[in-house]
């Protein structure tokens, strides 16, 4: 057999591949257990989740509350959350503290809530330097915070997953939840960016 | 649509960075949730698997792509599945033998126009 006409796979995929096909055959994981938790995390969980949750914070009081409090128990009331979260931490954003998360050891990250993490955030340059110069770090990523703005750095090494509650935008007095929800971006929500001021239609 | 044809598609687009970046992560994803849902380890287990991982690699240098980051994940995995005696090197070896043996037939076939499987590649525009 010729080379030119060898099937190509990294050395990741075949093993992968080789491990799963094993767990099926000795009868610990079938495949269609797999492949549920991968169509779920494909198709109904990612950062629209956390940003319904965050709308629903801005608009109705109580539930902030709750939010901050036990985060998870209020995810819930919204059918939001899984197994592989124990313990959900809200961090509320104000005018004088910004809240970002991280993950020094590894990248740990709200999975049901915001679903996989971006690139960067499993970084070695992101986890190593984030606790030691957040201004720098944040500025680097385009948000330019003041002096007198306090920054807390959340580690997520431990069984606590974090969701930073950015600040309600100015200009988003009359938006629904809905409209709200759809202004609410991911790395708002792990602390790296802010919401911009919205600017309706036609103003 | 089939879950693979989806994640092939979404890795085609350009839009790796929102989910998976290779259908082989996404499987290693999978089943460590799973395997943790049916308490075969604990997340908790795994995690502390995958910070050595990591802490092995950047020995060597620095993580900056998910394909490294993934890899991290598949030795993390690995190593748990042996801990627990479910799986072996030897066995994983032939099994990888057979997959490789198995991907050259169809590929064979393919090219010789005997068999034409329809192949998500081939239309990566369909996701827009």
């Known amino acids: 057999m010729s080379h030119d006409h060898k099937v190509e796979k990294t050395w990741q995929a075949l093993r992968t591949e080789a491990i799963e096909s094993l767990l099926n055959e000795i009868g610990v994981l079938d495949s269609s257990e797999v492949d549920k938790v991968v169509y779920h995390y494909e198709e109904n969980v990612g950062p629209r989740t956390g940003a319904k949750v965050v709308a629903k914070a801005w608009v109705d009081d109580s539930f902030r ?10 995810c819930a009331e919204l059918g939001i959350g899984g197994p592989e979260t124990e313990a959900l931490h809200v961090l509320e954003n104000t005018a004088g503290v910004h ?19 971006p690139v960067w955030y499993k970084s070695s340059a992101y ?37 930073v509650l950015p600040e309600r935008p100015t200009g988003t007095d009359y938006l629904s939840e809905t409209e709200l929800a759809a202004l609410v971006s991911r790395d708002a929500m792990i602390g790296v960016a802010h ?7 036609g103003a | ?8 598609q979404v890795e085609q687009a350009g839009l790796a960075n929102l989910s998976f970046a290779s259908p082989w992560a996404a499987r290693l ?13 604990s997340l908790q287990d795994f995690q502390q698997a995958l910070i050595e991982s990591i802490k092995d690699h950047e020995q060597d240098g620095c993580i900056d792509s998910d394909e490294q980051y993934y890899t991290c994940w598949l030795e993390a995995l690995q190593y748990l599945l042996e801990e627990h005696q479910l799986i072996d090197h030897q066995q994983l070896s032939a099994v990888e033998t057979q ?18 499987a329809h192949h998500p590649h081939e239309d990566p525009e369909r996701l827009t």
């Open chain 2, 29 to 41: 994803f999978g089943m460590t949730l799973a395997a943790a849902q049916k308490k075969i380890f």
């Open chain 1, 99 to 117: 809240n970002v998360v991280v993950c020094t050891l590894c990248s740990c990250y709200p999975w049901p809530i915001l679903g996989l993490p």
């Open chain 2, 1 to 8: 649509m089939q879950p693979h044809e989806l994640l092939d």
């Open chain 1, 65 to 74: 509350e709750r939010l901050i409090a036990n985060g998870l128990a209020a």
């Open chain 2, 99 to 116: 997959i490789m043996a198995a991907a050259q037939e169809r590929h064979d076939h393919q090219r010789s126009g005997h068999y034409h």
């Open chain 1, 127 to 163: 986890r190593s330097r984030l606790v030691r110069e957040p201004r720098k770090v944040l500025q680097e990523m385009g948000l330019t915070l003041g002096d007198d703005i306090e920054i807390r750095v959340w580690d997520s090494v431990s069984e606590i997953r974090y969701l």
């Open chain 1, 195 to 201: 919401l911009p001021p919205h600017v309706s239609e």
